[in-house]
């Protein structure tokens, strides 16, 4: 996708408020891509990603800019926490499943689009299938008509067509998983029986019952798998997640060090950073789908920061990370726009929800202006959660429409004013026990 850095940063406004400083970095970081691409590849070996580092408070929208980023360039993207990774030589996660995993995401990816480009050629085989399946029950269940005659099939296949067999069940063999185990439990490595035995023995199938429109699901899968070149799309995905892949290493202050002496389970992070090192600066990985070269993976880490400092990281590895970007606290100001002008808007994912029970959820501009208020003020007393802090306080405010609403009554208006979200919490302190609903 050749967008611009603005026409980039425009699209992030979409869905997330503030945070301008960073936008501008990931913007600039995906062009820069773009801009190699274009280049002879001899120049383009010569020139790496600029790794970018986040510092910001939880629920400011870190993770959020990294995933948005991933997804509107259809880049391989994967969101790992870095204290799920251990020293080599100690049990846990070693670093180098992070890039297995994001190999894994990218062969999803690349798998996904070739099933999508041959989905009208495979269509005809899986409707014929299907009528198979559910012929033998219709033509059981009509009474007084030539289920034989060709005209009775072409209903039977038009129905099918609309949808309107969708929710009756099927019983159809279905391939088994295959099943897989770790190597060495802990180091990310899995081998993956079949694969390994090339297809020597048959692939076990056992019957189910299924909806049509499940039934429809796998056999499109089927279908697919025969007619896309696996081996195309392994080279693919291991090609897009070199050139094009995202990797989110979230929770990176966790594994730095506080400023002075180090020991104990400092030394322990230290190694874990050591061994995130290699990975960064560019190595090869041994995958299942083929080896692949990091140096051109583009990293983004991010964490709080609160006890330690992006400099209590090794120095080799700040090395790594030349762009560094320091997130803002949000405000009232942010908590308003973040709930009235993101195309998923949590104010816009409570009213869906509650439409299905028929309740038409109207929310005034000065109710959300005092839930924002509110949202900054417990925000700055007690702990910061960010933009997380609103669906605490929303889930608390909806919560007796949320368990009265039944969905057997005509649709209903209810608004919410500013007077009702004041009610709301009349009855609560400062520290009302919002802390019930933060995980």
Request: proline share 4%; charged share 35%.
């Amino acid at each position: 996708m050749n967008l611009t850095p603005k026409q980039i940063v425009d699209e992030l406004d979409k869905y997330i408020i503030g945070q301008d400083k960073a936008k501008k970095a990931v913007a600039i970081a995906l062009r820069n891509r773009y801009r190699r691409s274009r280049l002879p590849r001899q120049l383009q070996e010569e020139i790496t990603p600029k790794n970018i580092i986040m510092k910001g408070p939880t629920g400011v929208g870190k993770t959020e800019i990294a995933r948005r980023l991933a997804k509107l360039v259809k880049a391989p993207f994967i969101k790992i926490e870095a204290t799920k990774y251990t020293e080599v030589g100690y049990v846990g996660r070693d670093v180098e499943s992070m890039v297995r995993d994001l190999v894994e995401a990218s062969v999803r990816l690349v798998k996904d689009e070739k099933y999508n480009e041959v989905i009208e050629k495979v269509k005809p085989n899986v409707e014929k299938r299907l009528f198979d399946l559910i012929y033998p029950i219709k033509k059981t269940t009509v009474d007084g008509v030539d289920v034989n005659g060709e005209e009775y099939r072409e209903h039977i296949k038009n129905n099918l067509i609309d949808g309107k067999y969708d929710d009756d069940y099927v019983e159809m063999e279905v391939k088994e998983a295959p099943k897989s185990f770790d190597m060495m439990p802990g180091n990310g490595m899995e081998i993956n029986i079949s694969d390994m035995l090339g297809g020597i023995f048959p692939t076990k199938k056992k019957k189910r019952k299924l909806t049509v429109k499940e039934a429809r699901d796998i056999l499109y899968q089927e279908e697919c798998e025969k007619v896309v070149d696996m081996d195309t799309v392994k080279s693919e995905a291991i090609r897009r997640a070199e050139e094009e892949g995202i990797i989110f290493i979230d929770e990176i202050d966790k594994i730095a060090g506080s400023s002075g002496r180090k020991q104990g389970p400092e030394v322990s992070r230290e190694g874990v950073q050591r061994d995130i090192l290699p990975i960064v600066e560019g190595c090869t990985v041994n995958t299942k789908y083929g080896i692949i070269k990091t140096d051109y993976i583009l990293f983004i880490a991010a964490g709080a920061f609160h006890v330690s400092k992006v400099e209590d990281l090794i120095p080799e590895l700040q090395g790594r990370f030349p762009i560094r970007v320091e997130l803002d606290n949000l405000t009232a100001k942010e908590f308003y726009k973040i709930l009235t002008e993101p195309k998923n808007a949590v104010t816009l994912q409570y009213q869906e929800l509650l439409k299905v029970d028929n309740i038409n959820l109207i929310f005034k501009a000065d109710a959300l202006k005092e839930i924002a208020r509110y949202t900054e003020e417990e925000n700055e007393t007690s702990e910061n959660l960010g933009a997380r802090r609103l669906h605490t306080i929303l889930e608390l405010l909806l919560e007796d429409i949320s368990f009265n609403a039944g969905g057997d009554h005509p649709m209903v208006d209810v608004v919410i004013d500013k007077d009702y979200v004041v009610k709301a919490f009349a009855n609560f302190s400062k520290t009302h026990n919002l802390r019930k609903y933060v995980l």
